[in-house]
């Protein structure tokens, strides 16, 4: 498929609040692409002289890598600034940070705790921030996982997906990416547990625009019946582990993804994850490795979005 004259329209991606249905369209055409086209020689001049920062206060695996190995497939070059060997940690503020980082790189990519830091960021950056996940937030995640979906589903829209567990950060962009594409989503969460009732009310509000239901109930059970989707994620976000003594019993109890709940699935059904996973907690062995789970494909679209989103950003009216 030929991406003509691509634009983005957006100077930064923190959450899917920034992009619109035919944005995300977009983000997801030109990473078929630049999937198909990994080992072109082409590919490897799209990003060439081009240099992103990537600020990391949290951990990471595969943010940091699949970033990484996606500027550099592209020709670019990544710095890794940790965050305890940066200024930022010595309480150098944000926005001198953002200024100093624009007069050097190209685009940044940030992983923080608060929401606000990364949005501080783009304000005063005059470069292309991209929110590489935040307690709020994961846009790169949702957009890989809708690219998955597509793949393995051939549509998005009119599709039924069902979150098990904790109305997290990487649940807040997804329900915004289901909503504006047209996917049903249903949220099964305890009560203490659910996405904010702005964010749920801003989810329903884009949902009416596609026709898609969007839900939040308590009990799995309802959620799992005949999902095309089910996705889970860790009870335990990176920064809540001291909670776990709370978290575990109220979300092992009812909100593990195993073959039980499987079972109500549609008999194609695939399981998400985006991963770290912790086995026999939110999901059991069984589920995650077995046939039905795509979070391979899922890790790996990772890249091929990101690569994407630094192209729209970084320059756009692009043609590929
Ligand atoms: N899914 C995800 O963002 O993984 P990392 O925390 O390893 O980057
Ligand atoms: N919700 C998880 C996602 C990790 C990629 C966290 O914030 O730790």
Same mark, same amino acid.
């Given at each position: 498929m030929k991406v003509n004259k691509a634009n983005l329209s957006t100077k930064d991606l923190l959450s899917l609040q920034d992009i619109n249905a035919r944005q995300i369209t977009l983000v997801l055409k030109l990473a078929r692409v630049l999937k198909k086209k990994t080992k072109c020689?082409?590919?490897?001049?799209?990003?060439?002289?081009?240099?992103?920062?990537?600020?990391?206060?949290?951990?990471?695996?595969?943010?940091?890598?699949?970033?990484e190995a996606g500027i550099y497939q592209m020709g670019?070059?990544?710095?890794?600034?940790?965050?305890? &060997?940066?200024? /930022? *940690?010595?309480?150098?503020?944000?926005?001198?940070?953002?200024?100093?980082?624009?007069?050097?790189?190209?685009c940044?990519?940030?992983?923080?705790?608060?929401?606000?830091?990364?949005?501080k960021l783009a304000n005063f950056a005059n470069i292309p921030v991209i929110n590489g996940l935040s307690d709020s937030f994961h846009p790169c995640q949702a957009l890989a996982d809708l690219l998955t979906i597509s793949e393995y589903k051939g549509q998005l829209k009119g599709?039924?997906?069902?979150?098990?567990?904790d109305g997290n950060n990487v649940c807040n962009d997804l329900l915004l990416g289901?909503?504006?594409?047209?996917?049903?989503?249903?949220?099964?969460?305890?009560?203490?547990?659910?996405?904010?009732?702005?964010?749920?009310?801003?989810?329903?509000y884009e949902a009416e625009l596609t026709s898609a239901k969007v839900m939040v109930v308590e009990d799995p059970i309802i959620a799992a019946k005949d999902a095309d989707v089910i996705v889970t &994620?860790?009870? /335990? *976000?990176i920064g809540k582990e001291n909670e776990s003594d709370v978290r575990e019993p109220i979300f092992l109890f009812k909100y593990q993804v195993n073959r039980e709940l499987m079972k109500l699935t549609k008999r194609d059904a695939i399981f998400m994850h985006c991963l770290p996973v912790?086995?026999?907690?939110?999901?059991?062995?069984?589920?995650?490795?077995?046939?039905?789970?795509v979070v391979w494909s899922e890790a790996e679209n990772r890249m091929h979005v990101q690569k994407a989103i630094l192209l729209l950003l970084m320059k756009p009216n692009i043609s590929l």
């Open positions: 020689p082409r590919s490897r001049e799209l990003l060439r002289g081009k240099i992103v920062g990537m600020i990391f206060q949290k951990p990471s695996t595969r943010t940091r890598v699949s970033f670019g070059n990544a710095v890794s600034l940790n965050y305890n &060997d940066i200024q /930022l *940690s010595r309480g150098e503020s944000i926005e001198d940070t953002a200024r100093t980082l624009s007069l050097y790189l190209d940044i990519m940030a992983r923080v705790y608060d929401h606000t830091d990364v949005q599709l039924n997906l069902a979150w098990i567990g289901c909503a504006k594409t047209g996917i049903n989503m249903t949220v099964a969460c305890p009560k203490n547990y659910r996405p904010r009732d702005e964010l749920i009310q801003l989810a329903k &994620d860790t009870f /335990l *976000s912790n086995r026999g907690k939110e999901v059991t062995s069984e589920v995650i490795d077995g046939n039905s789970s």
